[in-house]
Each structure stands twice: as C-alpha cells, then as structure tokens.
C-alpha cells in the first residue's frame, strides 16, 4: 500500500495516553504510510467542531479516510468528532462501559485524571525526581547520592542521562548516573564516591561502533572518538562492571523505555507515579 493515511490521537487533555496507545497499536501494521498527528486539549464545543473540519479536510487529501484514536471523557465533544468522515475509536467507551459493568460503579468521566496536578503525591514524585536526575547527571553533584534509587555507571555517551530521566519522569525514581573514565580503569576500582553505594549501582554498555558514531556527533576527530578509544573504554568498563558484581544492560539496540523498564524491574525498584 504506497498511499499515506492520517492518524488522530485526541484528547481533551494532554494527548500522551491517546498518543501512546494509538501509536503501539498502529506499529503492528506493516507496509502502512501513517502520518500520526496529536491534537490535544479538545475541551469545548467550539474546538471539536474545529478539529472534526481537520480531520474531513484529511479525508480529502489523502483520499481515504483518517483513523481517529481518542481519549476524550465528555461524551458531548465525542459525539462531534464521531461524526466525522474517519475511523473513530472511542477509547473511553471501549475500555470504560465493560469495567463499568465488572466493577457496578459508573465512572466518574473526569477530565484530566491521569495526568494532573490535583494528584499533589504523583506530581511532587514526578517534579522532584526530575530535578534530582538533573542535579546528578553524569557525577556532576556527589551530594545527596545516598538517597538515589538507583544510579547508573558505565562509560561517556552510553545512554545514562536519558535512561536517568526517564526513570525520573515515568516512575517517580530518583536516578542518579556516574561515568566510568580511563583513570578508573588503569586502577581497575570504582570512584570513591560510588564505592560503598555498590548495591545501587546498575551499568550500561553499547556496542564500540555505534559508541565511535556518538562520539563523533559531538567532538569530530577526537581521540575521544576513536574506534579504538571506544573498544577500549567499554571493554574495561565491562570487565570492572564484572569484577564489581554489577549487573549491565547492553543499550544499542534497546530503546530508553526498556532501558528503563527492565532496571526497574531487575533492581526491584518501587514505581512512584502512574
């Protein structure tokens, strides 16, 4: 199939569930041209007839029409953007009538619970955890490393700092990471100030070439760079990782997502936020 199709994710809110459920589930089809929009904040009466004019103008210029995933709670706004000339699946009526039943409770149909500030708990765990991975990126700060969750080792450019917000902005986890560099090597000993913290400690590697590719994006020509320099770094990375007993993740071919959420299931690490 060589024609482009449009995806909706819809949401009276942020998007994020729409968008995240929408685009797991249209990655099972192959040899289909998507283009994948998300419109959020559909709140009104107003705005729903606006975007029901998008979606329409979509079927026009694709000459089939667009598939719409939508989380929108009222049922009102997702009346208007049923009626446009597309595919519409209706989350909320998916998921929530069949719990509605198994539970014997009508859902509240509340906008903007998943993901608000009215949830001080989740929010402050979010918020709080994100400004400690920033505080202890890359062995930046040493203090306060006792009360990292987790803290991810292994050589420069590896992954650590995404992996490490990502934890902090999914899970509520407060991650810190620190790099493994050449002077730790030629002793084959951790830094002094993750040494006693080993039982936190969790590392990653990757493989040299994609490493060199990295490097070279950021300081081109350097020694830092180099193909041998990389072979060398991780290899004795890996070898102190080993020696120390810390477990590690290859990270080239694995997204941050599952970075993230198999150190949080390997570590037994307790999720904070939903």
């Given amino acids: 199939m060589n024609s482009q199709r449009t995806a909706f994710f819809v949401s009276d809110r942020t998007g994020i569930t729409a968008e995240m459920l929408g685009h797991s589930l249209l990655t ?4 289909v041209r998507l283009k994948e929009i998300t419109v959020p904040f559909i709140d009104s009466v107003e705005k729903a007839h606006n975007f029901v004019r998008q ?7 694709d000459g089939v029409r667009p598939i719409v995933i939508s989380t929108l709670v009222s049922t009102e706004i997702a009346g208007i953007v049923a009626k446009a000339n597309a595919l519409f699946l209706d989350s909320f009526e998916i998921f929530i009538e069949p719990l509605e039943r198994e539970l014997g409770v009508k859902a509240t ?4 619970r998943s993901h608000s500030t009215d949830d001080f708990v ?7 955890a994100v400004n400690y991975a920033l505080s ?6 040493k203090r306060e490393l006792t009360e990292a969750d ?3 080792v292994g050589v420069s450019r590896c992954g650590k700092t995404p992996t490490c917000l990502y934890l902090a902005m999914q899970f509520g986890i407060r991650a810190a990471n620190y790099p493994l560099i050449p002077e730790d090597f030629s002793t084959m000993q951790l830094p002094a100030q993750i040494k006693s913290l080993r039982s936190r400690l969790y590392g990653l590697t990757i493989r040299p070439s994609r490493l060199q590719q990295i490097r070279n994006e950021r300081r081109p020509g350097s020694k830092y760079a180099t193909l041998a320099n990389c072979e060398f770094e991780i290899r004795e990375a890996e070898a102190l990782m080993r020696q120390e007993g810390i477990p590690y993740l290859d990270a080239t071919s694995k997204s941050v997502e599952e970075l993230a959420t198999t150190i949080l299931q390997e570590a037994k690490l307790e999720r904070r936020i939903y």
């Fill in 28 to 31: 099972q089809f192959d040899g």
């Fill in 109 to 112: 149909h509340a906008v903007g």
């Fill in 150 to 152: 987790i803290i991810l």
């Fill in 55 to 61: 979606v329409n103008a979509a079927a026009v210029t």
């Fill in 122 to 128: 989740n929010y402050h765990h979010r918020i709080e």
């Fill in 136 to 141: 202890h990126d890359d062995g930046v700060s």
